[in-house]
């Protein structure tokens, strides 16, 4: 893939009970949003394992979300708690290691925020696109890919 | 190596219109694995569904993409195909072309259906992964344990029993019937409280299948939805039950006089009593904090003239333990304790400013005046009564933030019973805001209006005592202006707060409080008897500020769901849960700190510690996945080699 | 017990038998009182109400010299003690204004002195070491405790419970005066408002005079100079104004401990009162 | 007006006004509300609605005694006798002339005395502010009695250390807090 | 430092004749010199190897895995009581079984700084005397003074042994550690500092350096699992999670460390031996003290940061 072609790549986790049911009001809505995120389901933002994110990022990703209900509103209780909890420190050591703030974000977004979830989407990629690809993680690849 | 079916649905032109489907299924075709790929117009139509079925069986499918809708609308549907088509249910994956891809990138054709090919590779790449899954059946014990036994405990244990269930309900205090039996009049139709109430507990009492336990607290409970092990404490009563008969002798000769809390001090009562006439069971107990035989070891005259001989000054606590499968909490409410935090009210220091329940008290029939409105201090009927709203409620200062909800209302009937019952008595009440949400209850208020009570908006700042009439400083806010009015009764509109000891029985069920401290329910518009622990619910004010017919309704409600429980054999619990790959488990047991379901269970076996899922307790929010670090911990539908091989599909 | 006495301005005129009461009872009870040198006014209700600044700032200059003393303060005047305990709680609260404030005194300020109200002083040696000093019970005299605005308001500053206080009431007891439950204590009686909107003070005066009479109080009872001034040096007028016929004495605190303990009327300062003390004081074993 | 001027006074005195909820328990407890033209509940309700004019120039301002009932009894947090403070601040910017009569005269005047002599001159102060009421033999009987019970001094009794009571004056700034 | 050999030698000799214990874990010389090794005894005959000088580096408590159930006493400095404690909650072992002998340690001496300083001349320790250690130099005997020799850890020395048992031996012996005023962020503030492309390179340098020997989470107390999540423990048709491959590539040597160091993020003691024994000299403990210097804001980490939230955490972007 040339340099001209490419498209920000971005992976979604959505909670099924907020996050995904606000992408499934986006498009009910018809909130256009670009197509450059690609969403997987999870039960809750707890479910997400920093390792999933890591491993995006390893696979060639150029930004993750992590969405969830709003605090508080949790339909495990505290599942978007634990969430925060894990994915703030998960951005302190992305960060140090020298990976850019905005490839990796979380935003609480209930099921009735279906413009929030676009207006986050087009936010998200303006800001990965100007990025440019993500470099972090990836030298080595190129080398041994070739 | 599974054998994949992708279907592709064109919704119409809600997809077909924006995504080629054809070339979608074209290139699906292709992914490893997939063995079969087509698409319709109307995949969730008859003629869709069936096409689905047939390819099953004609291409030997054994896991289906159907790559149309949000999960969330059709995810049933499918599944219920393949379940027809004779495959597992859970062999299931779809993908959202729709929401997710043609709705929001209509103006971006190319890439969307690039994106939609990389959708359906995820789906694919899951799907390959995905394993039969069964729901996990438990058995249920049919019987039900109530917790309080007011007007929202008698009529859940009520409700069903007569469902042919059998109940076990525990009330603390001495005599059934909680608050309401306490009331003299119901609003908004004034019928006589403990006329409704009174045949509905002693119902309660002759039911075959109802267990009462009086005097008794719920200590322990053990076990999950289903199965419960609950350990009960039945106090001492130092009066044997099952030979006293009730004839009220010894009651009438007990030397001792303690003031009666039920009556708020306005009466006072013997040591052995019965608490009020209509008490269920209608057998007295001995308060030992005051009993002299029992403090100090001299006077035995209830002994002496009991002709039962059930008087036993030796009796202990018993413990007793009662299996059950599901649990209703109705611990009901006390009033906030104003005494203590409303010094501008005199903290209790007038005898003549009482709070609405006492004046319940005040004005009933069986009550300490015989339903004569006095003041306690002289016993002299009041010329001025005064009504003061939100003491307690709405007050973050000195009391609650919240609206006790049925304040408005019972001091709204207090004043037309002082109305009714002292014609030429001026009666004021000052109110923030009116509230009158229930049948009939507008209709009340302005009835109380009509009939000369005065409505002063604005709370009161101050009573104080001068000679023999408080005097009540507050504000009419309509006018602007302060007003002092000298009476000679006030009576405070004291807030509901939970029923002490609410917080510790939270802990003892393993259910959670709200800021408030009442107890939470699992969704508060659309599961509002629910606890989030499956098999506990909730009626009454235990859950938060209620009136009667509200809580009454509530634990019809709350009798319902748990008859619905209890007339299955098994339940069914979701398969989508945990479970612990025991060859990986440490035990460090950071799962059971982040589960909120108290699902996770610690085995032992040859010294070494690990983890247990209890499936029917599992809500499958995968919290625990993530908190162990070997990864043994694992959620089926959702699994770490199933969430990895999408994320790698969607990379490439 | 040693404090630094700051007795404030009022206490140096139109309270000058309070000054002199507090200090002749103090020495009696084996409280040491060294008058805060240099001290000067606490700014009262016209700084709290023209700036801010100047109501932490005044007060916070007391404040720096006590803690140069290393002593805890005492204050006799409800007006200095409110303020000087609300300047502290407002340099806690608000680190910037402590710099400037600093910054203008040329002093630091640590805030590790306390600020006592002459009830705090008195109710902390204890009802038995009152008692011991007790000579000539007053039983029989029945006073008002009066404790005004702002010994109890607001919460943050309050030296009792804001709306039931009871340590005069506690202070007094060894006296056997009896202390009647009225609903006046904590009533305003207008304070400086006598100067600026006098028919406002008047009829709060007459307000508080009535609640008294109802009770049938022999006098009242106060700890701050400025209800004492209204109350005893306006009685008349109020008589005047609304056509009354108020005739109630108000001593402080101190005075009436005095006389309990024995002291000399005159040393005590009765003698400057408006309303003759004499009148309640012949009630005593009636 | 300024049109900020409702967050303005929000900001300055720190309180939440949106919170009140008029339930008028400041007005019920307030010992001056027979003398004011806005009563408390209507000096937050003025306030609320950022009605500032009115209420700068009420006489309500002025009659307050600063006895913090309000603010003790008050259900929402509202520390109201602050509010008038700051309110007062505003009304002497926006209406100078206030400080002419009445208490904002009795302030300045006090103030001028414990600026001059760090201490309050209490003879001094009396003179000086019945001079400017124009009411000079106003309680001349008490002032009489009181002289003569040497309640009152008749020179003032300066502190010492006037440069630093100086200083505080001069750190004041023209700001509401 | 011979007395204090001594007493160890003598204090194991007894616990193993009257077997208090079955086993002890101490330290002996290695085979290289400066080098010190674990060392293991059963039998009250083999105390003898038994040494304790500023050279014992290695922490012995992951050890106790290797003998859970049996009854063992193990040499321990201050500093590695915290990994201790983490290992004992997290892998439950059975406390009364252990005996820790609190051996009175005035700081570490860095083989690698003597090695630098006097490179190719033999070196031999000879003592440590408080503020200095003496070390003969080929020929001479040199006064080192300590806070320039120190090893790292020692720096952030917790200079304290509570929440011991009674059985728990501490050994007596004066000596004492200089005071130290030391930043112990100092390095990851420098690095923080850098902009994010500069943290990037110097990331890819040293990761690039890994081979993936996993020895630092062999030696590392906080990585207790029986199994970790990248060795899939089952045979290949059993197998159902591949965190990563095997294959060497930048990507997940990230990834390994990264998650690594989330993992003991909040448990982690902080005894700095994944560092000391990596081959190729990568600066793990920046990544460990950079999560510990954010962990520090965070109310209550039990058990660990992805196991624990409070409701006042930060918000992350």
């Known amino acids: ?146 | 190596m599974p054998r994949v079916g992708v279907f592709v649905c064109w919704c119409g032109s809600n997809i077909g219109g924006v995504l080629d489907c054809p070339a979608l299924a074209r290139a699906a075709a292709t992914f490893p694995g997939v063995v079969y790929a087509t698409d319709y117009q109307y995949m969730c139509s008859d003629p869709g569904q069936k096409l689905i079925a047939e390819a099953i069986k004609e291409h030997r499918l054994d896991r289906v993409v159907v790559a149309a809708c949000s999960p969330r609308l059709h995810e049933d549907t499918f599944r219920e195909v393949l379940a027809r088509a004779g495959l597992n249910p859970y062999l299931l994956e779809m993908t959202n072309l729709r929401e997710h891809c043609s709705w929001v990138h209509a103006g971006e054709k190319e890439l969307a259906q690039a994106k939609a090919l990389s959708l359906i590779r995820r789906a694919v790449a899951k799907a390959l992964r995905l394993t039969p899954l069964h729901p996990g059946r438990v058995k249920i014990t049919r019987r039900c344990l109530v917790i309080g036994g007011g007007i929202a405990g008698i009529q859940a244990a009520l409700d069903v029993a007569d469902a042919g269930i059998e109940v076990v309900l525990v009330e603390r205090e001495p005599s059934l019937g909680g608050k309401m039996v306490l009331l003299d009049k119901t609003f908004p139709t004034l019928d006589c409280s403990a006329c409704i109430s009174t045949p509905k507990m002693a119902a309660v009492a002759k039911h075959p299948l109802i267990r009462l336990y009086t005097y008794a607290e719920v200590e322990k409970v053990e076990g999950s939805l289903g199965n419960y092990r609950v350990t009960i404490r039945q106090k001492a009563r130092y009066v044997d039950h099952t030979k006293c008969t009730g004839c009220g002798t010894c009651w009438e000769k007990c030397p001792v006089k303690v003031p009666d809390e039920l009556n708020f001090r306005l009466s006072t009562r013997p040591a052995i009593y019965l608490p009020f006439p209509q008490a269920v069971p209608s057998k007295p107990v001995i308060d030992a904090r005051h009993c002299r035989q029992l403090t100090k070891g001299k006077c035995g005259v209830c002994q002496k003239v009991c002709p039962a001989g059930a008087i036993d000054y030796t009796q202990q606590d018993s413990l007793h333990e009662e299996e059950v499968g599901a649990i209703i909490v109705a611990t009901g409410f006390d009033l906030f304790p104003w005494e203590k935090a409303y010094g501008e009210y005199g903290y209790g220091r007038y005898p003549d400013v009482i709070t609405g329940l006492a004046f319940e008290r005040l004005v009933n029939a069986s009550g300490p005046t015989g339903g004569r409105i006095v003041r306690p201090s002289d016993g002299r009927e009041p010329r001025t009564v005064v009504f003061v709203h939100c003491v307690g409620s709405r007050d973050e200062l000195k009391g609650r933030e919240y609206c006790s909800r049925i304040c408005c209302m019972y001091t709204a009937k207090h004043a037309h019973q002082v109305k009714e019952r002292l014609p030429e008595a001026k009666v004021y009440v000052f109110y923030i805001d009116i509230r009158t949400f229930g049948k009939g209850y507008e209709e009340f208020y302005r009835r109380v209006q009509d009939e000369g009570v005065i409505y002063l908006r604005g709370r009161v700042s101050k009573i104080y005592q001068e000679g023999d009439k408080l005097i009540v400083k507050g504000a009419d806010t309509l006018l602007g202006e302060p007003v002092t009015i000298a009476a000679d009764l006030v009576v405070l509109a004291t807030g509901v707060v939970p029923a002490r000891g609410a917080e510790e029985l939270a802990r003892t069920l393993g259910i959670s409080t709200d800021k408030d401290g009442f107890f939470q329910e699992a969704h508060p518009k659309l599961r509002p008897v629910e606890t989030h622990t499956a098999g506990i619910f909730l009626a009454g004010a235990c859950q938060g500020p209620k009136d009667i017919p509200d809580t009454v309704s509530q634990a019809s409600a709350a009798a319902a769901k748990a008859v619905g429980l209890l007339l299955r054999e098994e339940i069914e619990v979701s398969p989508l849960v945990a479970w612990v790959n025991q060859a990986l488990c440490t035990g460090c047991l950071h799962c059971q700190v982040v589960c909120p379901y108290q699902a996770i269970e610690v085995v032992t076996e040859g010294g070494r510690r690990r983890a247990r899922v209890k499936e029917e307790l599992c809500q499958g929010c995968g919290s625990c996945t993530v908190a162990c670090r070997p990864g043994a911990m694992e959620l089926k539908g959702f699994s770490n080699e199933q969430i990895l091989a999408e994320v790698e599909a969607l990379c490439r | 017990m040693k404090l630094a006495y700051y007795p404030g301005c009022s206490l140096k005129g139109t309270a000058r038998e309070y000054d002199l009461s507090t200090r002749l009872v103090a020495r009696h009870l084996g409280l040491e009182l060294v008058e805060i040198p240099d001290w000067n006014c606490c700014g009262a209700t016209a700084a709290h109400s023209t700036s801010h600044f100047l109501a932490v700032a005044l007060p916070a200059r007391v404040l720096a010299l006590a803690e140069d003393m290393g002593l805890d303060i005492l204050s006799p005047c409800a007006a200095c003690y409110q303020r000087l305990r609300a300047a502290q709680e407002e340099l806690k609260r608000d680190p910037e204004l402590k710099r400037q404030v600093e910054g203008a005194l040329g002093r630091t300020f640590e805030g590790r002195v306390r600020v006592f109200s002459l009830l705090e002083a008195l109710a902390q040696l204890g009802e038995e070491a009152l008692a011991a000093q007790v000579v000539r019970p007053l039983k029989g005299m029945q006073v008002a405790c009066y404790y005004g605005c702002l010994l109890v308001r607001p919460p943050l500053t309050s030296c009792d419970d804001p709306e039931q206080p009871q340590l005069m009431e506690k202070i007094l007891a060894p006296t056997k005066v009896d202390t009647l439950d009225w609903g006046g204590k904590n009533e305003c009686c207008g304070a400086s408002l006598i100067f600026g909107a006098r028919e406002v003070a008047l009829n709060l005066i007459k307000n508080i005079l009535h609640a008294a009479a109802q009770v049938r109080a022999h006098a009242l009872v106060t700890a701050c100079p400025l209800c004492h001034a209204n109350l005893d040096l306006r009685q008349k007028e109020v008589n005047r104004f609304f056509g009354t016929n108020f005739a109630i004495p108000v001593f402080y605190l101190s005075q009436l401990l005095g006389i309990a303990m024995g002291l000399n009327p005159r040393d005590l300062g009765l003698g400057s009162h408006f309303v003759d003390p004499q009148r309640a004081l012949r009630m005593v074993g009636s | 007006m300024n049109e900020n001027f409702w967050s303005e006074v929000n900001r300055a005195a720190g309180q939440k006004i949106t919170h009140c909820y008029q339930c008028g328990k400041c007005t019920a407890g307030c010992p001056v509300a027979f003398a004011m033209d806005y009563k408390p509940h209507q000096i937050l309700r003025l306030l609320q609605l950022g009605r500032g004019e009115e209420l700068l120039s009420s006489r309500a301002l002025w009659v307050c005694s600063s006895c913090q009932t309000c603010t003790t009894r008050c259900p929402c947090h509202i520390d109201l006798a602050r509010l008038i403070d700051t309110l007062r601040f505003f009304s002497r910017q926006a209406f100078p002339q206030v400080t002419r009569h009445g208490m904002p005269l009795f302030n300045e005047v006090f103030l001028r005395s414990v600026k001059r002599y760090g201490r309050v001159y209490e003879l001094g102060l009396t003179l000086q502010f019945n001079l400017k009421e124009r009411k000079v033999w106003r309680d001349l009987d008490l002032g009489h009695f009181m002289l003569s019970r040497r309640k009152l001094r008749l020179l003032p009794e300066p502190v010492e250390n006037r440069k630093e009571v100086a200083q505080i004056f001069s750190a004041e700034k023209e700001e509401p807090r | 430092m011979r007395g204090l050999t001594e007493a160890l030698r003598e204090l194991a000799y007894r616990l193993l004749r009257e077997g208090e214990v079955e086993l002890f874990l101490g330290y002996s010389w290695g085979t290289l010199p400066l080098v010190v090794r674990p060392c293991f005894a059963t039998r009250p005959e083999q105390v003898e190897a038994f040494i304790f000088n500023p050279l014992c580096l290695p922490n012995l408590v992951k050890y106790l895995l290797r003998f859970e159930g049996r009854r063992v006493a193990v040499v321990v400095k201050k500093c590695e009581l915290p990994s201790f404690r983490q290992l004992l909650a997290d892998r439950n072992l059975e406390r009364k079984k252990i005996r820790l002998v609190v051996a009175p340690c005035g700081g570490l001496l860095d083989p690698a700084k003597l090695q630098k300083e006097f490179s190719g001349q033999p070196l031999e320790f000879i003592a440590d005397r408080g503020k200095e250690y003496v070390v003969r130099v080929g020929e001479e005997e040199k006064v080192l003074a300590k806070q320039l020799y120190l090893y790292p850890r020692c720096f952030s020395c917790p200079q304290k042994d509570e929440d011991l048992e009674p059985e728990d031996i501490r050994l007596e012996f004066s000596t004492s550690l200089p005071s130290l005023e030391v930043d112990p962020y100092a390095g990851v503030s420098y690095l923080e500092e850098r902009p994010a492309e500069e943290r990037r390179e110097f990331w890819d340098r040293v990761f690039k350096r890994c081979i993936r020997c996993y020895a630092c989470r062999e030696v590392c107390p906080a990585c207790s699992c029986h199994e970790c999540c990248f060795d899939p423990p089952l045979p290949g048709w059993q197998r159902t999670v591949d965190w990563m491959s095997k294959a060497h590539w930048l990507p997940e040597i990230y990834q390994y460390h990264l998650t690594r160091a989330l993992h003991v993020a909040g448990r982690c003691g902080e005894c700095g031996e994944c560092e000391r024994v990596c081959p190729v000299k990568i600066p793990l403990m920046l990544l460990v003290k950079k999560l510990a210097k954010e962990i520090q804001s965070l109310p209550g980490v039990e058990p660990g940061i992805l196991a624990s939230y409070s409701p006042d955490d930060p918000e992350p972007h």
């Open chain 1, 1 to 146: 893939m040339s340099v001209k072609e490419w498209e920000p790549k971005i992976v979604a986790f959505l909670c099924h009970w907020c996050s995904y049911a606000a992408a499934d009001l986006a498009g009910v809505s018809r909130f256009s949003y670009p197509p450059n995120v690609r969403i997987i389901r999870v039960p809750c933002s707890s479910r997400v394992n920093p390792q999933f994110v890591l491993r995006a990022f390893a696979e060639g990703a150029d930004g993750v979300l992590v969405a969830g209900c709003h605090l508080g509103d949790c339909h495990y209780v505290k599942g978007n708690y634990y969430a925060r909890r894990r994915l703030w420190v998960l951005q302190r050591l992305l960060e140090f290691v020298g990976m850019e703030p905005a490839r990796f974000q979380v935003h609480w977004i209930s099921g009735a925020e279906g413009a929030k979830f676009a207006e986050t989407i087009k936010e998200m990629v303006d800001k990965v696109r100007i990025l440019g690809p993500n470099r972090l993680f990836q030298e080595v690849k190129d080398i041994c890919v070739g």
